[in-house]
């Protein structure tokens, strides 16, 4: 712990870095001489704008986002995407394939099939050793006429990750068909190619910035065909949403703010590039750890092990209520798993510095037969 801050692990609501925080204390009664706080300013105030817009223009340069993509700050989370992106881009009752990997994809499942006609593309298998696998998009059911596939880059709550392999196979397999990524947990967390996307999609309360907030970013040929979607409510338009630069009507001022301090603070500390390497030597500490000790377990394949969000569980799960409550005594907070799965899950945003990791491990071994190197 560094003062009274806890080392925090959790899957969202998450840890903001600190820098960011006391940016927001200093400015919080009187922004840059204005004399009142973000909090209590209009949104169509000029310096509101400024905020709104160097916002998109980081976050713009920190993805390498193409010009011709729109950039939307809206609200209602991931889960209103996953009727809005029905909505906008399957037109009159347009098939629409998701990738079934786990919890939240199964709600954007659920949620699509109540509008449109549904296919599941693939669903999650196991190996020979018993471990959670995506299977190969070669064996994926795309119709040729889908409206997109959906695909979610991580799984929070399940700690899969898509992966470069199933990506690039999509798109060996189904050309032409346009993908749209639910990157909820991942988004900032490393560099992406954008252009791959036809829609990408984020709650900002993972690792971009304070809960209200939710990132679109959508082609041009996305946007063309939610203009074509007529009928469509104006809210619930990325077209209008787009021509109305995300303020149709008042947008999530002070997460956007937020958000802008995040993206400002990535770009100070090495951009995308820099978080994806410090993300992966954390993720490969935590999992080497499990997979070393014997009180430990993941059963998630080696390939699609997610680098964001690492559930573990013991393997004397009645230990797991006195792990939890040591963790919390050491000041590690937010370790506990998913109500649907149970056990622990430590989450590895950009936020969470690596003495933070260090503490972890410490905590593991002393609950663990076996002991670590590290
Ligand atoms: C958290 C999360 C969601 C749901 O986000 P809300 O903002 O609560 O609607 C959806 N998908 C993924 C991958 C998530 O991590």
Known sequence: MTGSRAWN?????????????????????????LGLSVLEMSHRSDAFAAIAARAE?????????????????VQGGATLQFTMTVLNLA????TVAIADTGLWSGKAFAAAERLTPTVRACSLARDANARIVIPHPRTWHV???AAYLHVCDNETVDGIALGEQTLGGIETHFPGVPIVADLSSSLLSRPIDVSRYAVIYAGAQKNIGPAG?????????????????ADLPNVLSY????????????PPTFAWYVAGLVFR???????LQEMGVRNAAQAERVYAAIDALDGFENVVGSAHRSMMNVPFSLRDAGATTAFLAAAEASGLVGLKGHKSVGGCRASLYNALPDEAVTALLALMSSHADGTLDA
Do not use: C, K
Request: charged share 20%; aromatic share 6%.
């Open 57 to 73: 223009r980081d976050l713009r340069q920190l993805l390498d986002v193409p010009d011709d993509y729109a950039v939307l700050f």
């Open 143 to 145: 119709p040729a006429d």
């Open 91 to 94: 037109g009159e009752h347009g």
């Open 265 to 271: 603070w990535l770009l100070g500390n090495g951009g």
């Open 239 to 250: 077209a209008a949403m787009h021509d109305a630069g995300s303020m149709l009507n008042t």
């Open 9 to 33: 692990f959790s899957a969202g609501p998450a840890a903001l870095p600190l820098p960011v925080l006391e940016s927001v204390r200093a400015d919080l009664l009187d922004y840059h001489g």
């Open 213 to 229: 907030l939710t990132l679109v970013i959508a082609s041009p040929d996305a946007i063309a065909r939610s203009r074509q979607a």
